[in-house]
């Protein structure tokens, strides 16, 4: 029995929504905080560990020249769930994930750049099932998975090739490490490159165990009265060797589009929506929820108080049925 999700393309608009809200509710509160000047859409990377095991893609800010260095700090707490049963293979992947990065970047001269990051991880039992049974009967989203598994209760368990494979849950673990560089080729436009470096703590489940290399290269404009809407579009290519027991089933060459808009809805508040596209991480396993193609929707709220950061408000939404994309995820952060 497949128990994937059924299609969320009818409710993609209800992320947006929630965040359009609150940013509405925030308004009330609007003397405490200082307009937030043009920026980039958040950086956004995947969470599942089944993208954990082979990519190293992920959208970049926009590094302007006027600023010497760039940091970004986010936080994404995402509930996971895939359920596949078939004769010749079988999936169970059922856990609440963390995922922490920690973005820097030092712009050298007027073209050029580095940059370097650090992420932090874990996957556990969780809390949010009975909270997201509520969420999809509200929003009419059928989860038939999440109908056969126990709440709270971890699982991921992959059976391929006459072979099982079982992986533990952890209470937290160093990511890959990412180090690269890169040059605007004039305003508006952005090329980096990449290489994430395997590390020792990673548990099975999420470990690359290869260097992979990656690029990608931006485009990001400000129009409108004011500059009042920003277009950011971004497209990557990325290359991880084949690695560790599911190695016959690895795709090794990965591509990631991203389409995002952000926009000053009133005073310091701005609205942003990403949509990422990702080709599939694994191939010929006869399981849709590691073959097919990841479709993620990106969307929240931006703003700035007198001082410090600007700060993240968001949420993930898996907009592709029966694909490896995090079911729900939020997300809070912070960018200086």
Known sequence: MNGSRTSAFGYWWLPLGYWLLAIGCWTVVSGAVSPLPAQSLPPYAPLNPAAQMRSGLA??????VDRRWHVSF????????????????????????????LLVARSIGTTGFVLAETSFYGSYDGFLDGFLDWYHNFTGLHVAARELRPKDEFAHEIRLGGREFQYAKSSGFIGDVRVGGGFRHGRGWQTAAWLTLPTGSTPGGYRKGVLSANAMTMLHHDFGKGNRFTYEGSAGFGYTPHHGELRQWQHTTFLMVAQGLRARIVGPFQGYANIIYDTPYYRDTGIPDLDRKELTLDAGALFRFKRGPAWLLGMTQDLSPKGPAIDVAFRLGAYW
């Open 74 to 101: 986010a936080v994404d707490y995402g509930s996971l769930i895939e359920y596949h049963a078939g004769e010749g293979a079988s999936y169970v992947l059922d856990a609440e994930v963390l995922g922490a990065r």
């Open 59 to 64: 959208t970049l800010p926009y590094f302007t």
